[in-house]
């Protein structure tokens, strides 16, 4: 009875505790009271463990070789000085290890210029990945220029190239962004850019350079620049590629214009457009100046005609190699002494002349005749033409008289 009266109590505290707590407090009083019947219930601290956050794993990234097309690209680019600032964000080629520089081609291919030009080395390489025979060999320097010769002068960059130990078959130069500024002359005074004094020195420097291959029978390429999206710069390109159009060629180099390939139908800039696989990618970088790789390519595929030109004249003509006498021994059989100038010799039998696939071209007109021959003619008879006047003859082709005339009864 006692037992029974205990827990009536308790559940009338229970009603009481459930009509004043909230929903969570009630939730534990009841869990508390069955707890207290059916056994003990879990604590807290018990339920609620915290998980230990585990700290995470860091695996180190596999190193990977680096693409057999940017070791065969050597980079050579003395130190930069703290005052250059030209083309800061360019995107140039890694310099190769000693060993790559020793994995050149037969053909080597020479870029020289600015930042642009080390770029476009880039894209030649990729155009001439496939052809083992043609190594690009970059000796683009950069933030130069043909205006700062205090910087680097490529006029004794030329030189010190063509009479250096690297043999050169063809050089690519393409130079010209960084030239936008005053042309300092030996007597202190500077030539305002694009002034009439400031392009004849200009031209003097691109005909000097350009000279200095043609001397040593090596072709020139030289790469006009393309569209900027600066307008001043645009202008100064378009104005440097002119005097380079007018004054390379004439000194024997071959030019090469990219306006058009990298501007609209209007001649404006566009930073994207067609690569060379049609597809529209971007072509320039965010500079505005420079190339993307897709750009790099493209140029690349502008310039790939002429090296392959040289490419193809150099191997149909391989140079003559000097014939070296055998040793003979003295123990060896006497050779037979060659044919004196009186004895004739013995010409070998030459092979038939191949037979052409293609004849002689005839006009469709043309009369066929026999060499030396004619057309074979009768005489007319002569009742065949019928004199101006005549009347025509009774029920020939040209009797047009009505009614018709019966034509007279052939004879028997």
């Known amino acids: 009875m006692l037992r029974f009266l205990s827990r009536r109590r308790r559940l009338l505290a229970l009603v009481c505790a459930l009509s004043v707590a909230g929903p969570a407090e009630a939730q534990d009083a009841i869990s508390d009271f069955f707890g207290t019947i059916f056994g003990g219930r879990p604590s807290n601290a018990q339920r609620y463990r915290p998980r230990v956050a585990r700290p995470p794993q860091i695996r180190p990234k596999a190193r990977t070789a680096p693409h057999p097309r940017e070791r065969r690209i050597v980079k050579e680019n003395p130190a930069r000085p703290p005052e250059a600032q030209g083309a800061a964000d360019a995107v140039v080629p890694q310099a190769g290890d ?3 520089q020793q994995q050149v081609g037969s053909f080597v291919v020479a870029v020289i210029g600015d930042s642009e030009a080390a770029i476009l080395g880039r894209g030649l390489e990729d155009a001439f990945s496939a052809d083992r025979r043609v190594a690009i060999l970059n000796k683009a320097q950069d933030d130069s220029g043909l205006v700062r010769d205090d910087f680097y002068d490529w006029r004794k960059g030329a030189q010190a190239l063509l009479e250096g130990p690297q043999r050169v078959d063809v050089a690519v130069m393409q130079i010209g962004i960084n030239d936008n500024q005053p042309l300092r002359q030996d007597a ?5 850019p694009l002034s009439k004094e400031f392009n004849e020195a200009y031209a003097r420097r691109i005909e000097e350079i350009s000279a200095f291959f043609r001397d040593k029978n090596v072709p020139l390429v030289w790469v006009g620049l393309p569209i900027m999206r600066n307008a001043a710069l645009s202008k100064a390109a378009l104005i440097f590629n002119d005097i380079a159009r007018q004054n390379a060629t004439a000194a024997g180099a071959h030019y090469v214009d990219l306006w058009e390939a990298f501007s609209d139908v209007n001649s404006v800039y566009k930073a994207s ?4 696989n049609g597809a529209v990618v971007r072509l320039r970088s965010a500079d505005g100046v420079h190339f993307s790789p897709a750009g790099a390519r493209k140029a690349a595929y502008f310039v790939e005609p002429e090296i392959k030109r040289v490419l193809a004249t150099l191997q149909a003509t391989p140079p003559a190699q000097p014939e070296q006498p055998a040793a003979v021994s003295p123990d060896a059989p006497a050779q037979p002494a060659a044919p004196s100038e009186t004895e004739p010799a013995v010409a070998a039998p030459q092979p038939p002349p191949v037979p052409t696939l293609v004849g002689k071209v005839l006009p469709l007109n043309d009369q066929a005749l026999s ?11 002569a009742n065949a033409v019928r004199a101006p006047g005549a009347p025509a003859k009774a029920g020939r082709a040209d009797d047009f008289s009505w009614p018709a005339k019966d034509a007279p009864a052939p004879p028997k």
């Open 98 to 100: 000693p060993a790559s």
């Open 188 to 192: 202190g005074r500077a030539l305002e």
């Open 273 to 276: 457009g067609p690569d060379v």
């Open 371 to 381: 060499p030396g021959g004619s057309l074979a003619s009768l005489p007319p008879p």
